[in-house]
């Protein structure tokens, strides 16, 4: 109730997350995987006008075994019809971390909160802003891509 209550508040987009989707959306399958249960993330992604951008939205609710465990990636990957060997994750905690490298995910760590830590993403960024969508694609890790394996930041 009191995360209803704060989404219902209005919720601002992290910095740079807006951009990055609308500079991914198209060119490759994109989706959500997060602990919240449906209702809250979908309230959240229509409070700063992201809903319908996700080919998927993966909740706490449709997998057995939520993060850390891999179950949310290895569902969303699937249903985009993606490889978690070509995909890529951003993520915020160590909890979802752990659980994209579970699921066999390249992973860029940018933390929503400070002093965070990140240890098993391959590359953290300070802000979304950091994050090349042109790079992920030159790095050949995001499916659909050509091109070398390298860090796509």
Known sequence: ?????????????????????KALHRRVPLAVATNSVRRLAEHALESVALAGWF????????????????????LACARLGAT????????????????????GLW???????????LPAADVVVASL????PAALFQ???????RGSRDSPT
């Open 55 to 74: 080919g998927a939205v993966v909740c706490a609710d449709d997998v057995a075994a939520p993060k850390p465990a891999p179950d949310p990636y290895a």
């Open 129 to 132: 802003t950091d994050v090349d």
């Open 84 to 103: 978690s060997e070509r995909s890529v994750a951003l993520e915020d905690s160590p909890t979802g971390t752990r659980s994209a490298k579970a699921a």
């Open 107 to 117: 992973v860029i760590g940018c933390p929503s909160l400070p002093g965070v830590a």
């Open 1 to 21: 109730a009191a995360a209803q209550a704060r989404c219902g508040a209005g919720l601002d987009a992290r910095p740079g997350a807006i951009e990055l989707v």
């Open 139 to 145: 790095s050949g890790r995001v499916a659909g891509s």
